[in-house]
């Protein structure tokens, strides 16, 4: 948005080094590229230090700015952690699949067991799809209105009124 706006460098200075920095923790996860990521995560610290206290007046002010920017990365975290709510629950939705499995494949010998057996996988699985859209539902809706729509969204625009008549080039009258 800063680009589209002509902010280059704000967009350089307030997300690239961002970017960079992690990518460079990134990297640092993998033995091979640990020493890049070692590089990249420092040089883009000590961008976003220099470079993310501009607006304030006095080189300590900016100084001390740019190093409090760097709390931003908890926030960031949070945001990588609120994501991975959502493969637990996709992780613990293929785990109680198995549990009714499991339980199904126990009942076998007399036919009225093989009744009971379908009754549970169906019923079993039936509720797990179910329990899981609605989890899925809620969570999803949760990160993007909660926690990034006050991220991302701008105001401005139109009113929307689908329903209405348009009377751009005629006058109603009763």
Do not use: C
Request: aromatic share 16%.
């Amino acid at each position: 948005m800063d680009i589209r706006d002509g902010y280059i460098w704000d967009a350089v200075f307030d997300q690239g080094l961002w970017f960079l920095l992690i990518v460079g923790l990134l990297l640092l996860l993998l033995p091979t590229t640990a020493a890049v990521g070692k590089y990249i995560a420092i040089g883009a610290a000590i961008g976003l230090v220099l470079t993310q206290g501009r607006a304030k007046k006095g080189i300590f002010s900016k100084f001390f700015s740019g190093l409090l920017s760097l709390y931003n990365i908890t926030g960031i975290f949070s945001d990588v952690l609120s994501y991975s709510r959502l493969f637990a629950l996709g992780l613990s939705s293929a785990i109680i699949g198995m549990v009714f499995n499991i339980l199904a494949s126990m009942l076998t010998g007399a036919w009225y067991s093989i009744v009971f057996a379908v009754a549970i996988f169906v019923v079993g699985h039936v509720f797990n799809i179910l329990i899981n859209l609605l989890g899925a539902f809620v969570h999803t809706s949760r990160l993007q209105y909660i926690e990034f729509f006050g991220k991302f969204f701008e105001g401005g625009g139109h009113t929307f009124t689908p329903l209405t008549i348009k009377t751009k080039y005629i006058d109603l009258t009763n």
